[in-house]
C-alpha cells in the first residue's frame, strides 16, 4: 500500500515538473517544434538510466526499494514515461536481445503516432457530429 501512495506522490510531483519544464522551455524558445517534450523526455532518459545504475544492487548508492519506486515509477514515470521506455529498451540491448530492443522501438514510435492520430480522428468525428 505504501508503495502505491509514494508511486502517487512522486507522480504529481513529476507531472509538475514536467509542465514547468515544458513551460519554461515553450517560453523561451517557442511552440514550433515541441523543444520542451523532446528536453523532457531526454532528461527523464537521462535520470531513469542514471538512478537505476547508481541506486540499484550493483550501484555506488544503494537505495531501499520504496526510495526507487518513488524516484523512478512516480518522479520519473510522472516527468515522462519515454525514461521508463528508453531504460527498458537499453535493458533488453544490455541483454543482447537486440531484436526485441528494436521492435519495441519502433513499435513504440509507429503505434504511439498512429494512436494519436486515431485518437485525434476520432475527436474530430465526435467534435464535427455536434454541429
Do not use: K
Request: charged share 10%; with cysteine; proline share 3%.
Amino acid at each position: 500500500m505504501w508503495n502505491a501512495f509514494w508511486i502517487f506522490v512522486g507522480g504529481g510531483l513529476g507531472s509538475l515538473a514536467r509542465w514547468g519544464a515544458s513551460g519554461f522551455i515553450a517560453r523561451h524558445w517557442g511552440e514550433h517544434f515541441p523543444v520542451g517534450t523532446l528536453v523532457v523526455n531526454i532528461t527523464g532518459s537521462l535520470l531513469i538510466g542514471f538512478l537505476a545504475t547508481l541506486t540499484g544492487p550493483d550501484g555506488r548508492w544503494l537505495a531501499p526499494p520504496s526510495l526507487r519506486i518513488f524516484l523512478m515509477l512516480g518522479v520519473l514515470g510522472g516527468y515522462t514515461t519515454f525514461s521508463s521506455f528508453s531504460l527498458q529498451t537499453l535493458t533488453l540491448a544490455q541483454d543482447g536481445q537486440w531484436f526485441r530492443a528494436a521492435l519495441i522501438a519502433v513499435l513504440s514510435l509507429v503505434l504511439c503516432l498512429a494512436a494519436v492520430w486515431l485518437g485525434h480522428t476520432l475527436a474530430v468525428l465526435l467534435n464535427s457530429a455536434r454541429e
